[in-house]
């Protein structure tokens, strides 16, 4: 009742979007120039000092910079939600997303009336791509491993942030397919789960010399180091590990709700301890090779199983946890007091490796789905990039597992959905503008500004001045080199198309897409190409880009449907 | 003084209609609220609007608060509130507030509670067709009702697809009566969930519960599976809060802990033997007890929120079970059975998704909405829980209060709950043999097309040699004096809530709901027939008591075509009955009551060019000829939230008429229903 007094009116604008043009506009830019791998890049840091982040990833530039337009903090949360679940496909949506509401806004039309009609627009798009007649999809093979390693290419080179070499990128791409083919189980009918790729980070060494191992490393202090090597094996020949999630510290903690009176002489430290000996001898007896604790392990009992030769390794932390527990099989045992022999896991081998001037102890498992991918970069900035761009390829392969399907990049998807929407809409529009409620004309106008938004994603993937221009017949997108005049040959310039399905022949006519209004409608529909994997072909995501396109185009609804803003001002 | 308040009350009145207006209908855009801490709330509320608003002025505030307050009953309605009082006020702004405070009342019983009694009952259509006790709504009328209150809260792009999902929930979940459907309402909150960063199109309805917990413990387990709910941790303590526990040895030190761990496991033991899979907790269990757990298969779900339990004792019937106190060795009888348990990964979001079997009438869905961000979720949810509050009230009828309009001048309406078991016996031979006074009086009158204005000279509500001690208004209702005394202060209650008593053993059977012998009888379509002298018909010596509160204004179930109609029709009956009243002051108020109503139509149609005035024109043609209203509108809405929503104008038109002074204080005020 208190907040009866002293509370500000809020702030009420009407009419929202006609304040947002300049700070969305200043957002588009920073956006559009990221984009691809010719993005630029950048440097995102406190004027206080501190860290510096170097990138041209929508993750990190979308988490790091803050608006403070309400209606674009609704944007770059929409496209911050799509990235956490999908990774890949963050600039895609976010160009688009502005690209709409810049040019619907300008069109003058009843939100309404746009709203439906983008709608409709959206789901001839999903229709689409969802039809087996799409012509901007491939099948994914994952017998052919190098569709898999085109797409982790892909994601790589559009990345320019982590500065790597052709040569880095192909080992690389290599080694995030083989990690996550680590993680897939080879028996999916018992267990339906993928594995886990737990990376390692290594800086101050080559990105060649990155590698991935099957199994797990848990890195260990250095004192450790040298008793590691030999390793006691129960009768099967596994070595049997016990996992701990409670403190084995000795210390008592967790205090109950009531009063514990401790009698003079009494002493429930030495009480702990005495169990936790109890504990290590049943581990000894019962032939356990490996005892990891989440916590800490007392130094007494460590030493006690370092005498019984059995490998003792504390502080792994809770996130070790769940890849412990897959690795080995084993249950984390939270009590001291009854130990169970079910809980005990098991594994190949135990053994000792060491990584520029870490440690660790790498468990081997006999049917592993956990793998580390030990990833180097010299430099701990570009590190956190590669990070980043690995974490995406291993989701998108994830992804694409689900979702068997790639879509053509290089900005081709963009320009073939546009020029199929401008053929459809050709044949359709006089029905589908009577079904939305609306005029032949502001259906056209609409639609227009649709495919606009769409090839001007693909135009953000030049930087340099470099004309983009799209040919009639398969309605791919193709990247003339900056400095080149605007000659009426293009056959002649240019060599492949943006997802380098195309070579380019004379019979092909051309079309400009910079200035885009009034383009004449195109009377077939675009061609099929007949697809071969080829060996450098740029692939994006299905399911990212599929899902970044919705929640572009529902956005911009969205924001556009809106009539005003309540901004409380305490 | 005075007329300077209403001024300023009219003004303040039309500045927040400007604020909402934006926002109505289905042209209406939607509203982004900053909370202080910089989240973004979208909304097309007028609720959450006018409290994003944090108003300033007293007047606005006390608008605001009757706005939420009748928004907040029937899950609908605020911005139409704040248009219909604006345009109420404006047009009272020349007049004498205190003499059309006076009015009100007067008006109010007379003119609108016929208007809606007798004017809008022919063109009314009912959403349960199957009628009477047990209702249930018709597949397609909730459709219509969902997607037409859905239009009024969500974007063009969105209502259709929300509209189906709730539709599919309640159809699923078995909603369409009343019991589920107020479990649905009441649970919304625990019975949906959110995904952001996806489209909307993949949103779904799903069988079982979502609990927002992961497991603590997974055990997969296939085919029907028992579940136990605690609330309690299931692992012994040494010492419990109060109590002293002495520690004389270390050995006995460990020996109670071991016991504590032995005991715990005895429990998990004693759950597993009897087919228990799932454990359910209301609190967080001691790490032993989630070993133990995942020792014996037995799933865990620990830290559930009250409201979670409540649930999950409402579907399942089950208390939770206490194994303390008592031997391990018990029977585990409160037990539910679960079809399947499951871990769900929503975004970032672990979900423990849990299929009950149900003990009741609610068959037990969830929902998943998907939406890119989280705010446009929240607003699909709270949309979609209004309108689960607005089915509700369709449920309810308006009943007549009896009353003497000599002793008191407030008008009394009656709400009443229908539930779907109820004793009819003697309703029904009362009914029978009312209805064939009806037949015999209807023979009578049956030329007569138009035979209002005979009957409105009888003033049928007066019963002067009927007022036994029964009738008189009961405990709960509270009476206003503004009639008798001008002095008084502004009273605001004048509904009160009967749901026990005479007026439920007064439900008419739909068989003879259109022949009652105080209500119209509809011959033909848009053909009125009013009953001539019924205070002296036969039946009141047969009927008694119950004869007193005879007749309800609105059934239960009554519905409209959405876009304006009902005020149309309730301008235009108002209209007709205020000719018949001879005070000149009520007339006044009628006028500019049903002018004030044509406001919203005019809204809807805001910027569309003639089309109020095309609509209004066709439909007052088609009433004049008793034609059926030219509808080209799928979409329906409530008629009791729409009569509702008018009357609770009204009484804030009459507090605030009869406020004479705002009296500013510092220290903060106690009371309950502050809003703001």
């Known amino acids: 009742m208190s907040r009866l007094e002293g509370k500000k009116p809020s702030l009420f604008t009407r009419e929202p979007l006609t304040t947002v043009s300049q700070p969305l506009s200043l957002l588009i830019a920073i956006l559009k120039s990221c984009y691809g791998p010719a993005g630029r890049l950048k440097q995102i840091h406190n004027g206080m000092g501190g860290y510096v982040c170097l990138t041209s990833q929508s993750s990190a530039i979308l988490s790091h910079i803050s608006v403070s337009h309400p209606v674009l903090k609704v944007l770059m949360a929409s496209v911050q939600n799509h990235v956490s679940r999908f990774s890949d496909c963050g600039l895609f949506t976010a160009i ?17 009336t746009v709203i439906k009609i983008s709608k409709h627009l959206l789901s001839l798009c999903t229709d689409y791509l969802k039809s087996e007649a799409c012509g901007c999809r491939v099948s994914v093979d994952f017998s052919n491993l190098e569709t898999l390693l085109c797409l982790v290419r892909s994601i790589l080179i559009s990345k320019p942030a982590c500065m790597l070499n052709k040569t880095e990128v192909d080992h690389l791409a290599v080694l995030i397919v083989k990690a996550f083919m680590f993680t897939v189980p080879c028996h999916p009918e018992t267990k339906p789960i993928l594995g886990k790729c737990v990376t390692v980070p290594v800086k101050g060494r080559r990105v060649l010399d990155s590698a991935v191992i099957p199994g797990l490393l848990i890195e260990t202090p250095e004192v450790q180091f040298a008793k590691l090597f030999s390793v006691k094996r129960s009768n099967s020949d596994n070595v049997k590990v016990a996992v701990f999630c409670v403190s084995m510290s000795g210390d008592l903690f967790g205090p109950e709700e009531g009063t514990l009176t401790v009698h003079h002489g009494v002493s429930l430290e030495m009480s702990e301890l005495d169990q936790l000996l109890n504990v290590g001898k049943q581990l000894v007896n019962d032939e356990v090779g490996l005892v990891v604790c989440q916590k800490v392990i007392h130094p007494s009992l460590k030493k006690y199983l370092k005498d019984n030769h059995v490998i003792a390794v504390d502080r792994a932390g809770l996130s070790v946890m769940e890849p412990l527990s897959q690795v080995t099989g084993s249950k984390p045992i939270a009590s001291i007091y009854s130990l169970s022999p079910s809980c005990y896991g098991s594994l190949k081998d135990v053994c000792a490796k060491s ?47 689900k979702e068997p399907l790639a879509l053509l990049g290089g900005g081709c998807t963009e320009t073939h959905l546009a020029s199929y929407l401008r053929q459809k809409i050709c044949c359709l529009s006089t029905s589908s503008s009577k079904d939305v409620d609306c005029s032949q004309s502001q259906y056209q106008l609409i639609a227009d500004a649709f495919c606009h938004s769409l090839e001007s994603v693909a135009c953000s993937l030049s930087h340099d001045d470099g004309e983009i221009i799209t040919d009639m017949a398969y309605g791919h997108c193709w990247l003339v080199p900056s400095g080149f ?26 079309r400009h897409l910079q200035p885009l209004f009034g383009s004449p409608p195109i009377e077939s529909c675009p061609k099929e190409p007949s697809i071969k994997v080829a060996d450098f072909m740029a692939l994006d995501c299905f399911a990212a880009k599929y899902n970044g396109l919705q929640v572009a185009v529902e956005t911009a609804n969205l924001i556009l449907d809106l009539s005003c803003i309540i901004e409380d001002q305490n | 003084e005075m007329s300077q308040g209403t001024v300023s009350a009219a003004d303040v009145a039309a500045a927040l209609a400007g604020a909402v207006r934006g926002a109505l209908g289905p042209r209406g855009g939607r509203a982004l609220l900053v909370r202080p801490d910089g989240r973004a709330l979208l909304t097309r509320d007028g609720l959450r609007m006018l ?20 928004r907040s009953a029937t899950g609908d309605g605020a911005k139409t509130f704040v248009l219909l009082l604006a345009a109420v006020l404006g047009a009272m702004r020349d007049g004498s507030p205190r003499r059309a405070a006076r009015a009100l009342p007067a008006f109010e019983r007379r003119v609108l509670e016929r208007a809606v009694a007798r004017g809008l009952r022919p063109h009314l259509r009912c959403a349960f067709p199957a009628g009477g006790p047990g209702a249930e709504l018709e597949a397609a009328a909730l459709e219509a009702l969902l997607e037409a209150y859905l239009r009024g809260r969500l974007g063009p792009g969105e209502r259709r697809a929300v509209a189906l999902l709730g539709c599919e929930l309640c159809a699923r ?41 992961d497991f603590a413990a997974y055990c997969p387990a296939g085919g029907r599976l028992r579940a136990v709910l605690v609330t309690r941790c299931l692992r012994p303590v040494l010492a419990a809060p109060g109590v002293e526990c002495a520690v004389r040895s270390e050995r006995q030190h460990r020996a109670a802990l071991r016991w504590c761990g032995g005991r715990t496991e005895a429990v998990m033991e004693r759950l597993r033997s009897s087919g228990v899979r799932l454990l359910l907790s209301g609190v967080k269990q001691h ?12 799933s865990v779900v620990e830290c559930l929120s009250s409201e979670e339990v409540a649930l999950i004792s409402e579907i399942t019937g089950i208390s939770p079970y206490d194994p303390a106190g008592d031997s391990v060795q018990r029977e585990i009888a409160e037990a539910a059975v679960v079809t399947f348990c499951q871990p769900l990964l929503l975004g970032s979001q672990r979900y423990a998704h849990i299929g009950f079997s149900s003990a009741g009438a609610f068959q037990p869905h969830c929902l998943v909405l998907c939406a890119p961000v ?107 004096n503004v009639c008798t005394d001008g002095t008084d202060s502004a009273g605001t209650h004048t509904v009160c809530e009967r749901a026990d008593g005479i007026n439920e053993s007064h439900r008419k059977h739909p068989a003879v709901c259109s022949h009652r012998n105080y209500s ?24 008694g008591v119950t004869q007193s509160c005879p007749c309800s204004i609105l059934e239960a179930g009554s519905v409209l075509p959405v876009g304006g109609y009902f005020e149309i029709l309730l301008h235009y009956y108002i209209r007709q009955y205020a000719k018949q009243v001879q005070q000149s002051a009520v007339t006044v108020i009628s006028n500019v009551v049903a002018d004030a109503l044509l406001s919203i139509p005019k809204a809807l149609y805001g910027t569309e060019r003639n089309g109020f005035t095309k609509f209004y024109l066709e439909t007052t043609e088609a009433l004049r000829k008793n034609q059926p209203l030219p509808v080209n509108e799928k979409g329906l809405e409530s008629v009791y939230c729409k009569y509702q929503l008018v009357t609770s104008v009204l009484h804030c038109v009459t507090e605030l008429l009869n406020i004479d002074l705002i009296i500013g204080v510092k220290r903060p005020l106690t009371g309950d229903s502050n809003l703001f």
């Open chain 1, 96 to 112: 688009l997303c502005c690209s709409l509401i810049e040019s619907f806004k300008n069109l003058n039309i009843a939100s309404c």
């Open chain 2, 520 to 543: 119209t009888a509809v011959v033909s379509t848009a053909t009125l027939c009013e009953h001539l002298g019924v205070d002296k018909g036969p039946e009141k010596a047969g009927c």
């Open chain 1, 355 to 401: 990584f520029a001037s870490k440690h660790f102890v790498h468990l081997i498992p006999n049917d592993t789905v956990v793998c580390s991918l030990v990833l180097c970069n010299r430099n701990e900035t570009i590190w956190d990039e590669l990070k980043r761009a690995c974490e995406t390829a291993e989701h998108v392969l994830q992804l694409t597992l």
């Open chain 2, 51 to 70: 409290e994003a608003l944090s108003l300033q002025p007293p007047t606005a505030r006390a608008m605001a608060a009757c706005a939420c307050r009748h």
């Open chain 1, 485 to 510: 005049p605007s000659v009426s040959n293009w056959s002649d310039l240019l060599l492949k198309c943006g997802c380098g399905i195309n070579s380019s022949t004379k019979d092909l006519s051309w």
């Open chain 2, 287 to 298: 790490e032993e007890v989630i070993y133990y757990a995942k020792l014996h298969g037995v």
């Open chain 2, 173 to 213: 979940c078995g909603a369409r009566r009343p019991p589920a459907l107020r479990l649905l309402c009441d649970r919304f909150a625990q019975l949906h969930a959110a995904a952001a960063g996806l489209p909307l199109a993949r949103s779904r309805v799903l069988p079982g519960v979502l609990l927002r917990r």
């Open chain 2, 374 to 480: 989280d705010a446009v979720n929240e607003q699909h949810a709270a949309a979609l829980h209004g309108a689960f509050t607005m089915l509700l009230q369709l449920f309810r009828e308006v009943g007549q209060e009896c009353r003497a309009e000599s002793q008191n001048g407030a008008s009394g309406v009656v709400s009443r709950y229908s539930p779907a078991t109820e004793t009819q016996v003697a309703t029904e031979s009362i009914a029978c043999s009312s209805s064939q006074v009806s037949e015999h009086q209807l023979g009578g009158c049956r030329d007569e097309t138009t035979a209002q204005s005979s009957d409105l000279a009888l003033q049928e509500s007066e019963h002067p040699d009927c007022m036994s001690p029964a009738s008189a208004p009961g405990p709960q209702s509270k009476e206003l």
